[in-house]
Protein backbone atom coordinates (compact mmCIF):
# COMPACT_ATOMS: atom_id res chain seq x y z
CA UNK A 1 0.00 0.00 0.00
CA UNK A 2 2.83 2.20 1.16
CA UNK A 3 6.29 2.24 -1.03
CA UNK A 4 9.39 4.30 0.04
CA UNK A 5 8.17 7.71 -1.56
CA UNK A 6 5.81 8.05 1.09
CA UNK A 7 8.82 7.57 4.04
CA UNK A 8 10.79 9.89 2.03
CA UNK A 9 8.27 12.38 1.35
CA UNK A 10 9.84 16.13 0.08
CA UNK A 11 9.00 17.58 3.17
CA UNK A 12 11.24 14.66 5.31
CA UNK A 13 13.96 15.16 2.48
CA UNK A 14 14.53 18.67 3.35
CA UNK A 15 14.28 18.22 7.07
CA UNK A 16 17.08 15.98 6.62
CA UNK A 17 19.04 17.91 4.47
CA UNK A 18 18.40 21.18 5.89
CA UNK A 19 17.89 20.40 9.55
CA UNK A 20 15.74 23.33 11.80
CA UNK A 21 17.33 24.87 14.77
CA UNK A 22 20.38 22.33 14.33
CA UNK A 23 22.99 24.16 17.26
CA UNK A 24 23.75 23.87 20.45
CA UNK A 25 22.41 26.24 22.86
CA UNK A 26 24.52 27.42 25.10
CA UNK A 27 22.43 28.21 28.05
CA UNK A 28 20.72 25.40 28.08
CA UNK A 29 19.08 24.54 31.29
CA UNK A 30 17.99 20.92 30.14
CA UNK A 31 19.83 18.23 27.82
CA UNK A 32 19.79 14.90 26.92
CA UNK A 33 21.17 12.91 24.36
CA UNK A 34 19.61 9.46 22.57
CA UNK A 35 21.23 6.64 20.87
CA UNK A 36 19.12 4.20 18.77
CA UNK A 37 21.72 1.27 18.18
CA UNK A 38 19.37 -0.40 15.35
CA UNK A 39 20.44 2.15 13.70
CA UNK A 40 23.36 4.04 15.14
CA UNK A 41 21.63 7.45 14.82
CA UNK A 42 22.36 9.84 17.84
CA UNK A 43 20.85 13.16 19.33
CA UNK A 44 21.99 15.76 21.06
CA UNK A 45 18.97 17.93 22.68
CA UNK A 46 19.50 21.14 23.97
CA UNK A 47 16.69 22.76 25.58
CA UNK A 48 16.07 26.29 26.91
CA UNK A 49 12.64 26.17 29.54
CA UNK A 50 11.65 29.33 31.51
CA UNK A 51 10.26 29.82 35.29
CA UNK A 52 6.13 29.06 33.41
CA UNK A 53 7.05 25.74 31.68
CA UNK A 54 7.35 26.82 28.41
CA UNK A 55 10.57 26.08 25.55
CA UNK A 56 12.03 29.42 24.90
CA UNK A 57 14.18 27.78 23.23
CA UNK A 58 15.81 24.05 21.42
CA UNK A 59 18.43 22.72 19.33
CA UNK A 60 19.74 19.74 18.50
CA UNK A 61 22.89 18.15 17.12
CA UNK A 62 23.86 14.53 16.40
CA UNK A 63 24.28 12.49 13.50
CA UNK A 64 21.32 10.10 12.11
CA UNK A 65 19.61 8.49 9.23
CA UNK A 66 16.99 10.68 7.18
CA UNK A 67 14.25 10.16 9.29
CA UNK A 68 15.90 10.67 12.82
CA UNK A 69 17.17 13.37 11.79
CA UNK A 70 13.85 15.07 9.86
CA UNK A 71 11.99 13.88 12.97
CA UNK A 72 14.36 15.76 15.57
CA UNK A 73 13.83 18.79 12.72
CA UNK A 74 10.25 18.92 12.78
CA UNK A 75 10.02 18.17 16.43
CA UNK A 76 11.99 21.41 17.40
CA UNK A 77 9.47 23.58 15.04
CA UNK A 78 6.55 21.57 16.86
CA UNK A 79 7.31 22.43 20.46
CA UNK A 80 9.53 25.78 19.90
CA UNK A 81 7.34 28.13 21.96
CA UNK A 82 5.02 25.70 23.78
CA UNK A 83 4.61 24.66 27.18
CA UNK A 84 6.09 21.47 28.51
CA UNK A 85 2.38 20.21 28.85
CA UNK A 86 1.57 20.53 25.12
CA UNK A 87 5.11 18.72 24.27
CA UNK A 88 4.20 16.34 25.51
CA UNK A 89 0.67 15.99 24.18
CA UNK A 90 2.33 16.76 20.69
CA UNK A 91 4.21 13.59 21.22
CA UNK A 92 1.20 11.43 22.33
CA UNK A 93 -0.17 12.79 19.33
CA UNK A 94 2.76 11.77 17.26
CA UNK A 95 3.41 8.10 18.80
CA UNK A 96 -0.03 7.47 18.29
CA UNK A 97 0.03 8.28 14.73
CA UNK A 98 2.88 5.90 14.20
CA UNK A 99 1.59 3.11 16.11
CA UNK A 100 -2.10 3.38 15.41
CA UNK A 101 -2.70 4.59 12.29
CA UNK A 102 -4.20 8.57 11.61
CA UNK A 103 -8.09 7.53 12.21
CA UNK A 104 -8.08 8.01 16.03
CA UNK A 105 -9.12 11.39 17.92
CA UNK A 106 -6.37 12.85 18.40
CA UNK A 107 -5.11 16.79 16.98
CA UNK A 108 -3.06 15.79 14.44
CA UNK A 109 -2.66 20.19 14.11
CA UNK A 110 -0.43 20.16 16.69
CA UNK A 111 2.05 17.87 14.41
CA UNK A 112 2.83 20.19 11.94
CA UNK A 113 5.61 19.04 9.72
CA UNK A 114 5.73 15.76 11.77
CA UNK A 115 2.36 14.66 10.01
CA UNK A 116 4.63 13.80 7.21
CA UNK A 117 6.34 11.11 8.85
CA UNK A 118 3.08 8.94 8.91
CA UNK A 119 4.73 6.41 6.67
CA UNK A 120 6.75 5.80 9.25
CA UNK A 121 4.21 4.28 10.69
CA UNK A 122 4.64 1.20 7.41
CA UNK A 123 8.29 0.56 8.55
CA UNK A 124 8.13 -0.66 11.89
CA UNK A 125 11.56 -0.88 12.17
CA UNK A 126 12.20 2.89 11.53
CA UNK A 127 10.21 3.72 14.46
CA UNK A 128 12.72 3.90 16.66
CA UNK A 129 14.56 6.58 14.55
CA UNK A 130 11.57 9.06 14.66
CA UNK A 131 11.07 8.78 18.45
CA UNK A 132 14.38 8.60 19.65
CA UNK A 133 14.40 12.65 19.63
CA UNK A 134 10.83 12.67 21.78
CA UNK A 135 12.94 9.98 23.74
CA UNK A 136 15.52 12.70 24.50
CA UNK A 137 12.78 15.45 25.12
CA UNK A 138 11.02 13.03 27.72
CA UNK A 139 14.53 12.81 29.33
CA UNK A 140 15.71 16.25 29.25
CA UNK A 141 12.72 17.48 30.71
CA UNK A 142 12.49 14.71 33.33
CA UNK A 143 12.04 16.14 36.59
CA UNK A 144 10.35 19.22 35.24
CA UNK A 145 6.94 17.80 34.76
CA UNK A 146 3.92 19.09 36.71
CA UNK A 147 2.03 16.60 38.33
CA UNK A 148 -0.96 18.76 38.15
CA UNK A 149 -1.24 17.84 34.05
CA UNK A 150 -2.60 14.50 33.45
CA UNK A 151 -2.62 14.09 29.89
CA UNK A 152 -3.98 10.21 28.80
CA UNK A 153 -1.79 8.74 26.08
CA UNK A 154 -4.51 5.96 25.40
ZN1 LIG B 1 17.60 5.72 12.00
Known amino acids: MFDIEDLYQDVVIDHNRRPRNFRKLED?????EGFN??????VYLYLDVDDSDVVKDIG?????CAIS????SMMTEAIMGKSVAEA???FAAFRHMLTRGPDEDFDYELLGDLEFLEGVAKYPVRIKC??????????ALDGK????QAVSTE
Open 130 to 139: AVLSWHALNS
Open 60 to 64: FTGAG
Open 69 to 72: KASA
Open 145 to 148: QSDE
Open 28 to 32: ANHTA
Open 88 to 90: ERI
Open 37 to 42: PLCGDQ
